[in-house]
């Protein structure tokens, strides 16, 4: 068993929370930007809320972290209350927010400037992998660091990967994105073509699902994308967010990134037609109107 505190319990971070009591065992104190929202958390699922990062985080052995962006994510680590103020020596940041590689990067330095250990360490697998405890983690960071949080990580992950040094994590988080939307796109395209040509789209799953063009996209989204259903899932402001993070770091590197900047505009589209609540398979909802 081991202390940890979880800062922000959104749609991701609080069930990630959960399991790290009923499935690690682990004392767990949590810390939501709305602190009616820590304590109704607690009611449920046991641990303590405190009112700040800085108070969750002091004497802990792990302090986890999933907010909105590098804006949340500094304000929790190095902000006026932040985390970084409290922690133990040689205790553990793990950031689970998909955020910049640049912010990791500089949280990473500030924490050793502490003698404190950071790992930038985004998820995947959505709301749905988090809820069962199922989620892929993308690490970068010190291997020491990393080897130490395997265990506790383990509670809502079914597989972790360390990448390289801090910000490989998100690194990867950004090729992860940048798959993900190409392949919703095709998906997307695909299933608005054979509806326009008169097939019975579960009939055509049947038959192109045991081949090359499998996915688990396909496999878990054609059923609501076929009804019309968007109200589940990763949000399609949510991806935006992370895309601008793709594309600004494109421009870092001098990667090429045409069709993640095409489709980002389809999702454009879609908030201005209502759906920036949609999940990310409503690039449907676009070419069916």
């Known amino acids: 068993m081991a202390k940890v505190a979880f800062l922000g319990l959104g749609a991701m971070g609080s069930p990630m929370a959960a399991f790290l009591i009923s ?12 602190l009616t929202k820590a304590v109704e958390w607690t009611s449920r699922f046991g641990g303590r809320a405190a009112e700040t990062a800085k108070a969750a985080a002091e004497g802990q052995d792990f302090v986890f972290a999933c907010v909105g962006n590098d ?9 006026a209350e932040g985390a970084f103020h409290s922690m133990k020596p040689d205790a553990v940041f793990v950031d689970h927010t998909t955020a910049s590689a ?3 990067r500089q949280l990473y330095a500030e924490a050793r400037s502490r003698n404190l250990h950071f790992v930038d360490a985004p998820v995947s697998g959505g709301r749905l992998g988090a809820e069962k405890g199922t989620l892929t983690i993308m690490c970068g ?20 990967t360390l990448l390289g040094p801090s910000g490989s994590g998100q690194l990867t988080k950004m090729v992860n994105q940048i798959c993900l939307v190409g392949l919703i796109e095709g998906l997307s395209e695909g299933f608005h073509f054979a509806k ?5 789209l579960g009939k055509v799953i049947e038959a192109i699902s045991k081949g090359s063009a499998q996915s688990w996209q396909m496999e878990n989204h054609w059923k609501p994308m076929s009804e019309g259903k968007f109200n589940f899932g990763f949000a399609v402001e949510w991806m935006r967010k992370d895309l601008s993070i793709c594309l600004d770091e494109a421009r ?8 993640t900047a095409l489709i980002d505009n389809f999702f454009a589209e879609i908030e201005r037609m209502g759906g920036k609540r949609w999940d990310t398979s409503s690039l449907l909802a676009r070419l069916d109107r």
């Open 71 to 79: 804006s949340d994510l500094r304000s929790v680590t190095i902000g």
């Open 252 to 259: 870092r590197n001098g990667a090429s990134l045409p069709g």
């Open 141 to 160: 960071g010190d291997a020491a660091s990393y080897l130490r949080i395997q265990p506790v990580i383990a509670s809502y992950a079914r597989t972790s």
């Open 196 to 200: 326009k040509s008169g097939l019975d």
């Open 23 to 34: 499935k690690g065992g682990h004392d767990v104190t949590v810390y939501n930007r709305t």
């Open 102 to 104: 640049e912010v990791a």
